[in-house]
């Protein structure tokens, strides 16, 4: 009875930003429990990339160009899969940036707004592109990615345009589940602690920075790209099927100190 739960097999996912890391790792579990996936990326170098690769796992997702921040581009694509494929029944909005370590006194208007537009903004667009057709089909499933730093501000680095649009799309998943929840379309979302990805291997190099993150989570590391998949894939499917407006934390402990 629960493993089925899981099960989503028949159902169609689109991922953003699902080339590489952390998206790429949520293709391959939707991928996994059964679901077409769909990579959308603006950068379809990295996006077939990432297909290439979960190809050679034995899974085969579509690759489609979006860019989160175009609305027209965003209404296109999700009018076309959803025409094309019958409907789109999950959607994982993953596409995110930080250009972090820029202190709030010297940040310049393009820095902030740069952000916001594509870490709030986009996860916006794509959940009304995308949930339109959710709720007139009264169904669906999206997982917003969210982040530690919506609830604590970092340190030690500067970032205060990445913690306010985190927190933003923390509160837009609420307000989204409370509007749609009474048809059927669950919104959730997924706040992560440092992950070994690409966009962090430069702390490595920084041993101040890279002690304090470490000496600042409980568990004594960085999580792993899986280890968020993992929960994103269970917000997705029908295992959380009374769960909406949640932000799931995965952050190691973090947050408890």
């Known amino acids: 009875m629960y493993l089925k739960k899981f099960n989503l097999k028949g159902r169609n996912a689109v991922v953003t930003g699902g080339g590489r890391a ?10 996994e429990a059964g679901a077409h996936v769909i990579i959308a990326d603006m950068d379809m170098k ?14 085969n997702p579509e690759i489609v160009q979006m860019d989160v921040t175009n ?7 999700a009018d076309e899969l959803n ?8 959607l994982v909005n993953n596409a995110g940036i930080a250009r972090s370590m820029t ?13 916001l537009d594509v870490n709030l903004n986009g996860t916006f667009w794509c959940c009304r592109a995308f949930g339109n057709h959710m709720l007139t089909a009264k169904k669906g499933s ?22 306010a649009s985190k927190a933003g799309v923390h509160h837009l ?11 059927n379309v669950r919104v959730n979302a997924v706040a992560p602690t440092y992950i070994n990805t690409p966009l962090n291997a430069f702390v490595k190099s920084d041993k101040e920075m890279y002690k304090a993150w ?14 968020i998949a993992a929960a994103v894939l269970f917000l997705a499917s029908d295992a959380a099927s009374l769960m909406t407006g949640a932000v799931m934390v995965v952050d190691g402990g973090y947050t408890c100190w």
């Open 83 to 90: 025409k094309r494929l019958g409907f789109v029944d999950i």
């Open 71 to 77: 609305t027209a581009q965003v209404n296109a694509v």
């Open 22 to 31: 952390i998206g790429l790792a949520c293709v391959e579990a939707l991928s």
């Open 46 to 59: 990295i996006a077939a990339e990432g297909q290439a690769e979960m190809r050679a796992k034995g899974y």
């Open 142 to 163: 999206i997982v917003n990615m969210g982040s530690m730093s919506g609830f604590i501000v970092n340190k030690p680095q500067e970032q205060s345009f990445y913690n």
């Open 214 to 227: 470490l000496d600042g989570t409980p568990m004594g590391r960085l999580g792993e790209s899986d280890e």
């Open 103 to 115: 202190p709030a006194e010297v940040t310049p208007d393009e820095h902030w707004l740069n952000v």
């Open 173 to 183: 998943t609420k307000s989204l589940a409370a509007e749609w929840g009474a048809r």
